[in-house]
């Protein structure tokens, strides 16, 4: 589709081809599939995106690569299928306002959905650089990536403060294109108009739980109640609940089922972010991507940790004390002092009770959507991937 020229020679947003790469994709795709459909339409939408955009500037074009090698270079996909699932549900709710979405094209509503994973982009580039992350994916940051550029280019200035400016502007550029991609994928206007409710708030609610998170960090909260409160809003709405929720809308479903999923959701999610908790103490760095032992390091108020605290011996609570957090100095934590700490949140049974309200939070969502009128393959889904989530080691 061409489009008109701005008058400094930009054309303006059209909407992104799909046809080819979402080609077959029906209503009865599974959820184990939208992975890689959602690769493939994200890949589209790259290209399509460095061909509207490529006259701006070169350095302009460095940045939108450094993005598609971020959003590209990995990651479970895990808001889009929960979204496509949510559409699926909500199909069978049946149309709470009496429109019709059966003419809607599934290959364009995946599309549509496919818009959530440039939200994700721009919530973990900013989250890495709030907490001076090295790594994610086993691959250099964001922001290490732009440092290393400045480095490599020999340029004014510093490497550093060069990486976070245009990381931040890289987030925010993947924020903006989500919002061009849900509206542009080629639903009809009254549709999209259906999922802005649950979009937006889902966008409110995870800078709410990240800001949240880092004034836990900051005020030295050790209630486990305000963790809670960082994971339902930055991770249990924003990771599985309210995609489900969107989907639900997409769909136009009724009040019923959209409760239904923002619960399961929400349990789900809970879970989900419990178990990323556990495997940012306990986890493989091989197989996770991540250095082990980062919140301790830098001192994240975690259910786990909170949980530790909580049932600590006060000999252990002194010794994790000191060692929790950023040392004096700006020193390194050593592997014993690494090793210290998860030790004495093993033998505190902080790290039992967490595993032990994992499961319980997977079976309660488990229980809910096999005891629901949802039909057999969509709760079977649902319930296969609240256990893929909750037992999870990656």
């Known amino acids: ?16 081809p799909v046809a080819n790469q979402l080609a077959g994709w029906d209503l009865c795709s599974p959820l184990k599939d939208v992975p890689a459909a959602v690769d493939r339409a994200l890949d589209a939408y790259f290209d399509h995106s460095a061909a509207e955009f490529s006259a701006i500037a070169p ?3 460095d940045a939108m690569a450094v993005l598609r090698g971020f959003v590209m270079g990995g990651g479970k996909r895990v808001r889009p299928t929960f979204a496509w699932a949510g559409f699926r549900a909500g199909l069978e709710g ?14 364009t509503v995946l599309l549509a959905l496919s818009a959530l994973e440039f939200v994700q982009a721009c919530a973990l580039i900013h989250d890495d650089i709030i907490d001076e992350s090295d790594t994610r994916r086993g691959n250099p940051t964001t922001h290490r990536v732009f440092e290393s550029q400045h480095r490599e280019r020999d340029w004014f200035g510093s490497p ?3 990486g976070i400016s245009q990381a931040i502007l890289a987030g925010d550029l993947a924020l903006s294109w989500a919002d061009d991609l849900l509206a542009t994928a080629g639903l009809s206007p009254a549709i999209v108009e259906r999922v802005r409710g649950p979009w937006r708030a889902m966008r409110t609610e995870v800078i709410a739980g990240q800001q949240l998170d880092i004034a836990l960090e900051n005020n030295g909260s050790e209630s486990i109640a305000d963790a809670l409160q960082v994971i339902n809003f930055k991770t249990a709405s924003y990771t599985v609940a309210r995609p489900l929720h969107i989907g639900a809308a997409l769909a136009g479903a009724d009040e019923r089922t959209i409760e239904l999923l923002l619960e399961y959701g929400t349990l789900v999610g809970q879970a989900f972010q419990l178990r990323d908790d556990q495997l940012g103490v306990f986890g493989d760095p091989a197989v996770t991507g991540k250095p082990s032992g980062d919140d301790l390091r830098t001192g994240k108020r975690t259910v786990l ?6 049932e600590c011996s006060p000999e252990q609570l002194a010794r994790l004390r000191e ?5 004096p100095g700006a020193a390194e934590h050593t592997a014993e002092q690494i090793d210290g700490m998860r ?8 790290a039992q009770q967490i595993e032990d309200k994992i499961n319980a939070l997977s079976e309660r969502a ?7 009128w949802l039909e057999d393959s969509i709760s079977e889904e649902l319930v296969a991937f609240a256990r893929l989530l909750s037992d999870r080691r990656f």
């Open 1 to 16: 589709m061409t489009t008109p020229s701005s008058p400094h020679g930009l054309s303006t947003i059209s909407q992104p």
């Open 59 to 61: 350095e302009f074009n």
């Open 94 to 107: 049946g149309g709470a306002d009496g429109s019709s979405i059966q003419d809607v094209d599934p290959a």
């Open 160 to 162: 550093e403060h060069y």
């Open 305 to 310: 940790v909170n949980t530790a605290f909580a």
């Open 323 to 327: 060692d929790f957090g950023p040392l």
């Open 343 to 350: 030790q004495i949140i093993q033998d505190c049974g902080a």
């Open 366 to 372: 488990i229980s809910l959507v096999e005891d629901s």
